[in-house]
């Protein structure tokens, strides 16, 4: 299928829609980590609550991916967005009024499920709609959406400092915003083809198409869509444990686990707690979280630029190698209290920016066969959802008794992630959701 068949502008356009999805995880993701030194005073967090409450969002990230594998399979794709998109909302604001600890940390799962049916659904979204040529992009513009609300929540954190004991109500409530826009955005998103060809809707699908492309590229999608479905039935979780899927199914469970394990997500949730432990104040602690934001957003955008051009293999590789070696010198800066301890973390966001970060969403979006798509994206992203909890419920207690030496876990963990990675996964750029299947599925 030729790029020249497609009209870029439109598809771009229904991707971009699509991946605000990924803002809600970004904004989630960030805000605890600003509005934690707030909610240890508010709520008397000690390190087993402290870890609790940043990852109770992951648990409940697990229960929306579950429930949005069901809604896009049943109902499609659109509808699955428009539910994350309301739930997040909800959340955001009663996150906002928690009268004690137990409230607010019920309102952080509900936002966790709105933010695991978002990061499950965007990138699947964009996968199916988007042309072979550019996929990589599209789906690691899911990746650009969440350091954008990781950025513009930082500042807005850093911004609210001083606002007084409760300025982190207004951190959790401004999450009302970017929800609404999301909503309002997805209601206009067409069905993804894929769906409503696989649901007899084929006339619907053929409307989509035509606005994506010309009546060449129309008709080769439809041959290589119902080619991908012929003997599918209806996708169940049973069928994505048969051996002809598993090979697949682990490469996917493994990257997604990798890509938590790895480590990095405790730069990001706890920055605040690293800086303090080398004596910085509670305004340079914000403020490093500010300077993490913008690293990762530049970085993002040089990962959009070469994930279809060197390919997501050697940038796996790339990034498991790179943190391996930097978490090895951020142990002997943290040892020293060494001033270079800022610009190691900086390069091991923006390492893991450019590689790991938008690199695993994009394979987990194409690595699995069509007729079970929606159940194989599931499990890998629960799988990634539940080492996010295991990470971040570990790492305050992990640092009381371990201090510097728990990079050293993350570094072993990282050399363990490179070896996966050049011996089990294969190069998927440039190829069709029906050609990278036959190649998982070979195997």
């Known amino acids: 299928m030729q790029q020249s068949n ?7 356009g229904i991707s971009f829609i699509s991946a605000l999805g990924g803002y809600l995880f970004g904004f989630d993701f960030a805000v ?3 509005a934690l030194p707030f909610l240890q005073k508010q709520f008397i967090f000690d390190a087993y609550w402290e870890g609790f409450a940043t990852g109770i ?29 309301a739930l997040f909302a909800v959340s955001s604001l009663a996150m906002a009024i928690a009268p004690n600890r137990d409230l607010f940390l019920v309102a952080r799962f509900a936002a966790g499920a709105g933010v695991g049916m978002a990061s499950m659904l965007s990138p699947m979204y964009i996968s199916e709609i988007a042309p072979a040529a550019i996929r990589g992009r ?15 929540t930082n500042l807005v954190n850093y911004a609210l400092r001083n606002n007084g004991a409760d300025a982190w109500r207004l951190m959790f409530g401004l999450g009302v915003i970017p929800s609404g826009l999301f909503l309002i955005g997805a209601y206009f998103l067409p069905e993804s083809p894929r769906w409503l060809i696989r649901n007899n809707k084929e006339q619907a699908a053929e409307i989509i198409l035509r606005k994506m492309g010309d009546s060449t590229y129309v008709a080769e999608s ?7 479905m012929n003997g ?11 051996r002809a899927v598993l090979p697949a199914l682990l490469t996917g469970i493994g990257l997604a686990v990798f890509q938590q394990f790895c480590g990095i997500n405790t730069v990001f949730n706890y920055a605040p707690k690293i800086f303090e432990s080398i004596g910085a104040s509670k305004d340079d602690q914000l403020l490093q979280t500010v300077f993490i934001g913008a690293v990762n957003l530049v970085f993002t955008i040089l990962a959009m630029a070469l994930v279809d051009k060197l390919g997501r293999k050697p940038l796996m590789l790339i990034g498991a190698g790179g943190l391996c070696l930097l978490y090895v010198l ?5 040892q020293s209290g060494s001033g270079m301890l800022s610009g190691l973390l900086l390069a091991a966001i923006g390492t893991y920016a450019m590689t790991l970060a938008p690199v695993i969403w994009v394979l987990i979006s194409e690595i699995f066969p069509v007729g079970v ?7 890998a992203v629960v799988s990634l959802w539940l080492a996010y909890f295991i990470l971040v419920f570990t790492f305050p207690v992990l640092f009381e008794h371990l201090k510097e030496y728990t990079f050293y876990i993350y570094a072993g963990i990282c050399a363990a992630g490179f070896l996966f990675t050049l011996l089990r996964i294969k190069e998927t750029k440039g190829k069709n959701l029906e050609e990278v299947e036959q190649a998982v599925s070979m195997h």
């Open 6 to 12: 497609t009209k870029n502008r439109y598809i771009l």
């Open 32 to 34: 605890i980590s600003g």
């Open 57 to 85: 969002l992951a648990i409940g990230a697990i229960a929306g991916c579950i429930l949005a594998g069901q809604v896009a399979d049943k109902y499609g794709r659109r509808p699955g967005l428009m539910l994350a998109a």
């Open 138 to 152: 599209l789906v690691a513009m899911n990746q650009l959406t969440i350091v954008l609300g990781i950025l513009i």
């Open 222 to 228: 439809f041959s290589m869509i119902k080619k991908s």
């Open 232 to 242: 599918t039935a209806r996708i169940n979780y049973t069928a994505v444990f048969k």
């Open 330 to 334: 951020i142990v002997h800066a943290l």
């Open 373 to 379: 798509r929606a159940a194989a994206i599931t499990v």
